[in-house]
């Protein structure tokens, strides 16, 4: 009888509490831009972080957004800002110089990143492997993707950081 009692008593409170109305409250803030999937972030790497590892410039970058699931099955892409634009790494500078001898020298300065869980490291090294010239300061953009999201939005140029910004809704 107990039992009967405690289900009719529910029953009767779920129908009570379920029937009230009232005037509708006002809107509530807008909530932020993006994806539950896709975590962004624009960072400065100033001249004094980068630290000379014998043949190239690094400097790590912890990013929590990047677990053990994101480093092993989705997406982390890197950009950096290259006058009005954002180019993803890997990339490859190359420039030439002309010595006191007259004569032209080319060189090149090559970025590549590499992922972990729980950040990035960002390694800049120039071709005669020198050490002398500390990379200047720098904004880079790191975006993390969710495999699952990645792997069904094969539709995106993502060497593009415009086209990744415009197809996760990414606020800058």
């Known amino acids: 009888m107990k039992k009967l009692t405690l289900i009719c008593m529910a029953i009767i409170a779920t129908m009570f509490f379920g029937s009230c109305r009232g005037p509708m409250g006002p809107e ?6 993006g994806n539950a999937n896709v975590a962004s972030s624009t960072l400065t790497v100033r001249s004094n972080d980068w630290t000379w590892d014998n043949t190239s410039w690094r400097v790590d970058i912890d990013y929590a957004a990047i677990n053990m699931d994101i480093h092993n099955y ?35 300065s090559s970025l590549e990143v ?21 990379p200047d300061d720098h904004q880079f953009k790191i975006v993390v993707i969710a495999a699952n999201l990645y792997n069904s939005r094969q539709d995106i140029d993502y060497s593009n950081y415009e086209a990744v910004k415009k197809a996760f809704q990414l606020a800058d």
């Open 28 to 33: 509530g803030p807008v909530g932020p831009q």
């Open 74 to 108: 989705g997406a982390v892409l890197v950009y950096m800002s290259e006058g009005n634009t954002w180019r993803q790494l890997p990339m490859t500078f190359y420039y030439s110089q002309f010595g006191d001898d007259n004569v032209e020298y080319f060189y090149s």
């Open 114 to 134: 590499s992922s972990y869980q729980g950040g990035v490291s960002i390694f800049w090294t120039e071709n005669d492997f020198y050490d002398g010239y500390r």
